[in-house]
C-alpha cells in the first residue's frame, strides 16, 4: 500500500522554511511566488500525467515532490511522492484516487505559504 501524509503530516515544515528565510532573505518570497505561480499547472500536469500513462504521471508527480518539498510544502510533497510511488507500481487506480487530495493539499499549502511569508 502507498503511504499518504495523515492528518497530523504538517502543510508546512516551519523549521525548513525558517532555514530558508535566514539564507535568502527576500529572495524566499521571489521563489515562492514563481512557486505558486507554477503549482495549478503543476498539479494539473499530474492529473494530465495520471490520465495518460504511469510514467507521465511518475514524472510530473516526481516534479512537483521536489518543487513542494524544496520550499517546505511537507504534506503535499509526501502527496505527490505517494502518486508517484503508485505510478512506478503501474497502478493508475490508486493515482487517480490520490489526486483529489493533492488537489486540496496544493490549496491548503498555498494558503499557508502565503501566510507564513506574510509574517514580519
Known amino acids: 500500500m502507498t503511504a499518504i501524509p495523515s492528518n497530523a503530516t504538517p502543510l ?5 522554511l525558517n532555514d530558508l528565510k535566514d ?20 498539479v494539473e ?5 495520471i490520465r495518460a500513462s504511469g ?9 512537483l515532490k521536489g518543487s513542494a518539498g524544496n520550499l517546505g510544502g ?10 508517484e510511488k503508485a505510478a512506478v507500481e503501474g497502478d493508475l487506480a490508486t ?3 490520490l489526486y483529489p487530495a ?11 505559504l502565503k501566510a507564513y511569508l506574510a509574517q514580519p
Open 12 to 16: 508546512l515544515d516551519i523549521d525548513a
Open 23 to 42: 539564507m535568502l532573505a527576500e529572495a524566499l518570497t521571489e521563489i515562492a511566488d514563481t512557486f505558486l505561480d507554477g503549482l495549478d499547472a503543476e
Open 45 to 49: 500536469a499530474v492529473g494530465a500525467g
Open 55 to 63: 510514467p507521465a504521471a511518475r514524472a510530473a508527480a516526481h516534479s
Open 74 to 83: 511537507r504534506a503535499l510533497a509526501m502527496q505527490a511522492s505517494a502518486i
Open 95 to 97: 493515482c487517480e484516487a
Open 102 to 112: 493533492l488537489q486540496t493539499l496544493a490549496g491548503q499549502t498555498r494558503e499557508a
